[in-house]
């Protein structure tokens, strides 16, 4: 029934909502292919090089050429013969079958995949040189079915503090914004948590939940939204939030947490201490996937900051 009365209550604000930011893109950007592709081979071939520099390093000979530019080379021999290396050739590792995900994942926020701008309902190729902004990592899996390989697709998202309502014709006040894209299944993710204040919603905080897709998304689209739940670190199963899922509209999804006070303190503990937040999705196909997003250090700040004035909002 809160499901119910979820869907109700928010389903003509909220989908006009939906409406509009379907309208700032519907794609992201489908770049990240070339880079990792070309990046390949990059390391063996440099052992000839090295060998090269070597044996010619100690001749008074002219200096050797400049091997010709190859892409994601990082090796290269200057013309006293010595050799440099500014730092490694890139390109993700890949997942195969009995690998650990972690260790195929991106190491640290510096390297992290960044999402792709949009501009004008199309997605924007950064010009050489040109700098993203970095975000933390969102890892998108697909389970393994009879006639599909399972799948980790890197990602990033981006955490910020939004203004909305919560409700009851009350000013806008902080509310939290995850923005993440997957580029590699042209995904977009766009969550925003917010209290609260309408007596009439069986609820203490709204999770809205929003999924973009191609029109060829793989199993036809995102179905259904499971139990969100938070965890400590990437590889941990985690702690579900005590709310209900509801489907609004093809893409659209609300959870409404639970507004008894210990499943509210209970929550809230696990917003404020987890570091990473698991998103649990169905297909139309009926295929089950998971995104997994990480607060980093922006986002732990968005949580306290957030959490902070939900507090005191409460408390006043």
Do not use: C
């Not at 990033?156 to 806008?172: F, I, R, Y």
């Not at 894209?181 to 925003?192: D, S």
């Not at 929003?210 to 036809?220: K, M, Q, R, S």
């Not at 939204?225 to 702690?239: A, I, Y």
């Amino acid at each position: 029934m809160a499901a119910i009365a979820a869907g109700a209550w928010f389903y003509r604000d909220d989908l006009a909502r939906l409406a509009d930011f379907e309208g700032d893109g519907q794609t992201v950007a489908e770049s990240g292919e070339s880079g990792s592709e070309a990046g390949e081979g990059a390391p063996a071939d440099t052992q000839g090089t090295e060998q090269a520099a070597a044996e010619s390093g100690g001749a008074e000979t002219s200096p050797p050429a400049e091997p010709a530019p190859v892409r994601k080379f990082t090796q290269r021999l200057l013309e006293d013969g010595r050799e440099v290396d500014e730092g490694p050739a890139g390109g993700e590792p890949g997942l195969g079958e009995g690998t650990s995900v972690a260790q195929a994942t991106v190491q640290g926020d510096e390297t992290a995949v960044q999402p792709a701008p949009v501009q004008n309902g199309q997605p924007e190729s950064p010009g050489a040189g040109e700098a993203l902004p970095v975000g933390q990592k969102a890892i998108f899996y697909e389970e393994r079915t009879s006639v599909s390989q399972g799948s980790a697709d890197l990602g990033a998202v981006v955490w910020s503090v939004v203004q909305e309502s919560p409700g009851n014709d009350l000013p806008p006040e902080p509310a939290i914004r995850a923005d993440a894209t997957i580029p590699e299944k042209n995904l977009q993710l766009k969550m925003t948590i917010r209290r609260n204040a309408d007596e009439s919603l069986p609820a203490s905080h709204i999770l809205e939940i929003i999924f973009l897709t191609p029109d060829d998304f793989d199993g036809g689209g995102i179905d259904n939204v499971l139990r969100v739940s938070l965890k400590r670190s990437e590889q941990d199963t985690g702690n579900p939030l005590l709310g209900i899922p509801a489907k609004i509209a093809d893409g659209f999804f609300l959870v409404a947490l639970s507004d008894s006070t210990a499943d509210a303190e209970t929550n809230m503990l696990l917003l404020r201490r987890q570091s990473w937040i698991d998103i649990p999705v169905v297909y139309k196909s009926g295929r089950r996937a998971l995104i997994t997003i990480e607060k980093g250090i922006p986002g732990e700040k968005v949580f306290t900051d957030v959490l902070n004035a939900w507090q005191n909002a409460t408390s006043g």
